[in-house]
């Protein structure tokens, strides 16, 4: 243990500085775009100094993680991997510091997951939930002017300066695409789903026992309609459908009556609200973002459809890839960037084809398997969390991070690998909830 620190002061020292990577992965992207474009790429990397930080933290105060199997599996991963990297170094072309960069977007902030769920209590969860409300009231005004300014305007810049996100619809309506404080529309849409998924909580949870004050919780409500009504994508509708589903679905299994009730009334409710605003409010984008919905649908566009092609594409690159892969990062922008000095790469815009074709069939599909078999753990284990605690949020945040943990860019995009891994920090923390009586935040 540190010399003059108690082990309480270290863990609320890890909290801190877990909250400090939190917001910096919000608000990462508007160093990088607006404050100091010419940093960016090494901006890129700001988180990683505090996330070692809190591993030696943890190690040093005894605050890391119990091995469960899970959490032993994961780490034996990594290991295994990084002596596959230095063999991908000798069988591939690829030089060893993208190998690095690669095995860093699989694995590095894998324990930052379970040092979350270690040391986060019903408290910390609530302050969470309290600040990203109060990002979201900051940010919505940012959001509004990105989508009333034109697509050159400095509010819309990104990172690579030849970069700017619109849509268009079939009749020639051309929208901004807004990004907030992120570099990539990929890290709004996480935001947006994240942000639902408190909002709903809150709502459900009694007046006494939100995490948060009523003037918080309507403004935030109001900050993730705009967020998502702006959104200009279908992600985050998706994100929030799941989201709803889980909290219909959790009015089944909440013990206490009251809340149970909420549960099946209260998120309904919040769509009837959300969609009367997005009618009169913001018909506009609405109907622009329903339009290229429309124009999207077949084998490129539908949701059904983008699945069957993964599949498709899974199974293709099984038999194609080589059998101790490419390379791992090799097929990501960053690595590009790392070993070219370009973003211009051969990228596989599919999660799992791409690990397949970075590690190879046999060590592609060990990672694969964990990454399912983690969201099987989570899932089961924050169906019983809910259960026991009468709190929907365990659900609610395995409904927003599930998919992401499962099938999304976590491997090629900072901001993905940083909210997936974050957010199961947040949610084996939230499934600790319940195991005391008779606080809903009890842990």
């Known amino acids: 243990m540190l010399a003059g620190i108690s082990q309480e002061k270290a863990r609320r020292l890890i909290i801190n500085l877990i909250f400090v990577i939190y917001w910096l992965l919000i608000f990462e992207g508007a160093l990088r775009k607006w404050a100091f474009p ?16 809190v591993y030696w933290l943890a190690f040093t105060n005894r605050l890391f993680p119990k091995k469960t199997p899970i959490f032993s599996y994961g780490i034996f991963l990594a290991v295994l991997f990084l002596l596959f990297t230095l063999l991908q170094s000798i069988t591939t072309t690829v030089g060893i510091a993208a190998l690095i960069y690669g095995w860093r977007m699989f694995f590095f902030y894998l324990p930052l997951a ?16 309290r600040q990203t409300l109060f990002i979201a009231i900051l940010t919505a005004p940012i959001i509004y002017l990105q989508h009333i300014s034109a697509p050159a305007a400095f509010v819309n810049q990104t990172a690579e300066s030849d970069v700017i996100y619109t849509i268009t619809g079939e009749r020639g309506g ?7 404080t992120f570099t990539f529309f990929h890290g709004q849409q996480l935001f947006i789903g994240s942000l639902i998924a408190f ?13 948060c004050s009523n003037r918080i919780l309507w403004l935030g409500s109001a900050g993730a309609i705009i967020n998502l009504a702006l959104c200009g994508t279908r992600l985050p509708y998706l994100l929030a459908a799941l989201t709803i589903l889980a909290a219909s679905f959790s009015s089944f299994i909440i013990r206490r009556h009251s809340i149970s009730l909420r549960a099946m009334i209260l998120p309904i409710s919040l769509l009837i609200l959300a969609m009367f605003c997005f009618v009169y409010f913001f018909s506009y984008i609405t109907e622009v973002t329903l339009e290229r919905h429309r124009g999207a649908e077949g084998l490129e566009g539908s949701v059904f459809m983008r699945a069957m092609r993964m599949l498709f594409l899974f199974t293709d690159f099984i038999s194609k890839a080589p059998l101790l892969g490419a390379g791992i990062g ?12 370009s973003r211009e790469y051969a990228g596989i815009e599919d999660e799992w084809s791409r690990i397949i074709m ?4 046999i060590f592609g599909f060990i990672y694969i398997t964990f990454r399912i078999i983690l969201v099987g753990w989570l899932l089961i284990c924050s169906v019983k969390a809910t259960h026991l605690s009468s709190n929907p949020l365990p659900l609610l945040l395995f409904a927003f991070i599930g998919s992401v943990i499962l099938v999304w860019n976590v491997t090629n995009y900072g901001t993905e690998m940083g909210y997936a891994w974050l957010f199961t920090g947040f949610c084996i923390a939230a499934n600790k909830l319940g195991s005391k009586e008779p606080s809903v935040w009890a842990t």
């Open 330 to 341: 090799s097929q990501t922008s960053g690595g590009a960037v790392i070993s070219k000095g």
């Open 199 to 211: 909002v709903i909580a809150a709502w459900i949870l009694p007046k006494k026992e939100r995490p």
């Open 174 to 180: 051309t929208i901004v695409r807004p990004t907030g």
């Open 114 to 129: 379970f040092v979350i769920g270690e040391n986060f209590n019903g408290a910390d969860l609530k302050r969470l939930i």
């Open 38 to 53: 010419q940093y960016h790429r090494y901006i890129f990397f700001i988180r990683d100094p505090f996330v070692l930080l």
């Open 358 to 361: 970075e590690s190879g069939p």
